[in-house]
């Protein structure tokens, strides 16, 4: 299974999250339309993952692993609420899967440090497969799919995008 919308192009991680959250995130992100980087929800991640991620992060190519504790080959996805917590748990599925095809099989955890929760995520390769050939057809689309409006719209940095 290819992790490559085109030759130079990686699915990454942060694709497989907007999946869950909306589609038409996928599309955006995909073409490198980036939300506002000020955005405050996305000023709040990166100030929670200076104080809980590691470091140096272990990465490959299209993802960025925010924790990774080597006692017990578990992979650590740090957020800063459980709201996107399905999202969180693919983006981690996505992780695992990633790092087993060069050889390193891991556990996985959510941690939602604001409220102590953790949340264990196993590898579930058909369900990336799945994932990674949702974004594929997405990402590839010529026009973004059709905007829908969910729970997640008020508080979306994209929000002036599809709604302003």
Same mark, same amino acid.
């Given at each position: 299974?290819?992790?490559? &919308?085109?030759?130079?192009?990686?699915?990454?991680?942060? $694709?497989?999250? +907007? $999946?869950?959250?909306? #589609?038409?995130?996928?599309?955006?992100?995909?073409? @490198?339309?980036? #939300?506002? *980087?000020? @955005?405050?929800?996305?000023?709040?991640?990166?100030?929670? @993952?200076? =104080?809980?991620?590691?470091? =140096?992060?272990?990465? &490959?190519e299209g993802?960025k =692993?925010?924790?990774?504790? %080597?006692?017990?080959r578990? !992979?650590?996805?740090?957020?800063? /609420?459980?709201?996107h917590?399905?999202?969180?748990?693919?983006?981690?599925? +996505?992780?695992?899967?990633r790092?087993?095809?060069?050889?390193?099989?891991? *556990?996985?955890? !959510?941690? !939602?440090?604001?409220?102590?929760?953790? +949340?264990i995520?196993r590898?579930?390769?058909?369900q990336? %497969?799945?994932?990674?050939?949702?974004?594929?057809?997405?990402?590839t /689309?010529?026009? #973004?799919?059709?905007r829908?409006? =969910?729970r997640?719209?008020?508080k979306?940095a994209? %929000?002036?995008?599809?709604?302003?």
């Open positions: 299974m290819s992790i490559y &919308l085109k030759q130079d192009v990686v699915i990454t991680g942060t $694709l497989i999250w +907007y $999946l869950k959250v909306c #589609p038409r995130e996928v599309w955006y992100m995909a073409r @490198h339309v980036t #939300p506002f *980087e000020g @955005h405050r929800r996305l000023e709040k991640g990166r100030a929670i @993952h200076k =104080i809980y991620g590691d470091e =140096i992060p272990l990465s &490959l993802m =692993i925010d924790a990774y504790k %080597k006692e017990n578990t !992979v650590v996805e740090i957020k800063s /609420s459980s709201r917590l399905e999202s969180a748990m693919a983006q981690t599925n +996505y992780y695992l899967f790092l087993k095809e060069v050889g390193l099989e891991c *556990e996985g955890q !959510v941690f !939602v440090p604001e409220k102590d929760e953790r +949340y995520v590898l579930d390769e058909d990336v %497969k799945k994932d990674l050939e949702e974004v594929r057809r997405i990402a /689309s010529e026009v #973004p799919p059709q829908v409006r =969910i997640f719209c008020k979306c994209y %929000k002036d995008l599809c709604w302003g």
